[in-house]
DNA sequence: GTTTTATTCAACCAAATCGTTGATAAACAG
DNA sequence: CTGTTTATCAACGATTTGGTTGAATAAAAC
């Protein structure tokens, strides 16, 4: 598959730091938790928090850049829009690797269980380990 | 900075902070990657990277304090492991916001479809971009 | 014992990050 | 035009981050 592999620079890993650096921010996170609600304005995003509005506006910057959120304009308000299908990149890079690990420790415990031959328990995945 | 005195702050979202944060770093995601090929030394992950031993072993620090990977015990080796359940954490809070988003988007669709009464011009809508 | 291997700790430094205040721009309302 | 709302830009300071080198620890090999 692509998993990007040693690669210096694609624009695609590019385009991953950005926005798992994006994330990285706990605000940065709850402005994304809260615009999944719904699309919302600079002032409207900036309102539950304790810093500035000047403070949220960098932060929905970082967050565009990232390719992680667009911008309208209604006026003189920019209403910023979650975009799924940046969220959905992040999740298919985590979820690759996560599916790497579960098969290599399928195959281990396949093994261990084939040379088990005095015993014969079932080898079920058991969840959370 | 977030306020630490009236925001309670989960220990849900604490794992969130620290696990994010820790994949904000590009190294430190190209050494997911090549954990989930397979578990390894603190020598073994530093040898493909133009950085110190110490350099990796900071990084593999904040992994594990994040969760990510957990270490076992080799005579003077510590191998990393990565943890496929944290990375699943990971994709579920990405994922829950995506389908936010996709069922809002969804029903805007509708919306606009049950409202088209003088037009019936073609909303495509843009599958993967 | 001494030396080698594997890893971490400690101190330090340059660069990035996050927040602030103050000024500016753009689109409206009067 | 004057003033208000909405949002960004610019400069600054405090803190964090990611890297380095050098010393220290722990287990193994000699």
Same mark, same amino acid.
């Given at each position: ?9 694609? &624009? ?6 950005? !926005? @798992? ?18 699309? &919302?304005?600079?002032?409207?995003? &900036?309102?539950? @928090? !304790? ?12 967050? $565009? $850049? !990232? ?34 690990? $579960? ?6 415990? !396949? ?19």
């Amino acid at each position: 598959m692509e998993t990007a592999t040693a690669n210096p620079k694609t &624009a695609e890993e590019t385009r991953l730091n950005r !926005a @798992f650096a994006a994330l990285s921010d706990p605000l940065r996170r709850r402005l994304v938790a809260r615009l999944a609600q719904g699309d &919302a304005t600079v002032n409207e995003l &900036a309102e539950p @928090f !304790a810093v500035t509005l000047q403070a949220v506006s960098k932060h929905l910057k970082v967050l $565009e $850049e !990232a390719g992680l959120i667009t911008r309208s304009r209604d006026a003189q308000r920019r209403p910023c829009h979650l975009d799924a299908a940046a969220l959905g990149r992040l999740t298919a890079w985590l979820d690759g690797y996560r599916q790497l690990v $579960e098969e290599r420790y399928e195959r281990l415990d !396949a093994l261990l269980a084939s040379e088990e031959h005095h015993h014969d328990h079932d080898q079920d995945h058991p969840g959370q380990r």
